[in-house]
T-cell receptor, first 114, second 113 residues
Framework: ETGVTQTPRHLVMGMTNKKSLKCEQH?????MYWYKQSAKKPLELMFV???????ENNSVPSRFSPECPNSSHLFLHLHTLQPEDSALYLC?????????????FGPGTRLTVT | AQSVTQPDIHITVSEGASLELRCNYS??????LFWYVQSPGQGLQLLLK??????LVQGIKGFEAEFKRSQSSFNLRKPSVHWSDAAEYFC???????????FGKGTKLSVKP
C-alpha cells in the first residue's frame, strides 16, 4: 500500500449504530487530519493530530470520536449519528515539524446515515 | 477572518482551449498556497504548491499557478485543456504555525469535446 488509505470506502448506517472509519498513512508523516466534505459546504477540518496528540477539535459534536494510536493510524468512531452527518469523510496526513508541508489525502469514506 | 474565495462555481471550456481558475485569499501575511484536484468519488490530489521564491510554480499534469501578492491571488492555469481534466478544483491556504488548511468552495470544470 502506498499513500493514504481509508476503509471502508462506503458505509451505510442507521442512526443508532456504532461504526468506525479507519485511515492509514504509509508516508512517514507525523500529523493526521479528519475532514468532512458535504455537498453544500467547503471542506471542513474536524480534527488534527500531531505526533499522536490531538491539537485541534473544530467544535465537532461528541458523536464523532477520533483516535490516533500511532502516527500511522487514525480512526473516527461514530455513534448515534444524524442524517445531516451524511458526507464524504477524508483523511489526510502531512509533516508538521520541523517545517510545514503539504497534506496528502486518502480517497475518502462515503457515509450515508439512514 | 481568513478566507479563500473561488469566484467561479462552474466553468466549461472546450478541449484544447486554455484555462484559468481564480483564487483569492484574505490574510495579512504571505501564506502557503495550494491547488488540489478532486475527481468524482475520489480524494484530493495535490496539483501544486507555493511556499516562497519564484511566484510562478509548475505542477503536475501541465498546470501552473502564479502568486500575486498585490492582488492576494493564486490563479491556476493550463494552456491546453484535456477531457481528463474535468474535475473539481480546490484552492487552499495554510495560514500559520498550526499548518491547518482553509479551502475555497471549489470550481467544477467541465470540458466540451
Amino acid at each position: 500500500e502506498t499513500g493514504v488509505t481509508q476503509t471502508p470506502r462506503h458505509l451505510v448506517m442507521g442512526m443508532t449504530n456504532k461504526k468506525s472509519l479507519k485511515c492509514e498513512q504509509h508516508l512517514g508523516h507525523n500529523a493526521m487530519y479528519w475532514y468532512k466534505q458535504s455537498a453544500k459546504k467547503p471542506l471542513e477540518l474536524m480534527f488534527v493530530y500531531n505526533f499522536k496528540e490531538q491539537t485541534e477539535n473544530n467544535s465537532v459534536p461528541s458523536r464523532f470520536s477520533p483516535e490516533c494510536p500511532n502516527s500511522s493510524h487514525l480512526f473516527l468512531h461514530l455513534h448515534t449519528l444524524q442524517p445531516e452527518d451524511s458526507a464524504l469523510y477524508l483523511c489526510a496526513s502531512s509533516i508538521r515539524r520541523p517545517r510545514r508541508h503539504e497534506q496528502y489525502f486518502g480517497p475518502g469514506t462515503r457515509l450515508t446515515v439512514t | 477572518a481568513q478566507s479563500v474565495t473561488q469566484p467561479d462555481i462552474h466553468i466549461t471550456v472546450s478541449e484544447g482551449a486554455s484555462l484559468e481558475l481564480r483564487c483569492n485569499y484574505s490574510y495579512g501575511a504571505t501564506p502557503y498556497l495550494f491547488w488540489y484536484v478532486q475527481s468524482p468519488g475520489q480524494g484530493l490530489q495535490l496539483l501544486l504548491k507555493y511556499f516562497s521564491g519564484d511566484t510562478l510554480v509548475q505542477g503536475i499534469k501541465g498546470f501552473e499557478a502564479e502568486f500575486k501578492r498585490s492582488q492576494s491571488s493564486f490563479n491556476l492555469r493550463k494552456p491546453s485543456v484535456h477531457w481528463s481534466d474535468a474535475a473539481e478544483y480546490f484552492c487552499a491556504v495554510d495560514l500559520g504555525s498550526q499548518g491547518n488548511l482553509i479551502f475555497g468552495k471549489g470550481t467544477k470544470l467541465s470540458v466540451k469535446p
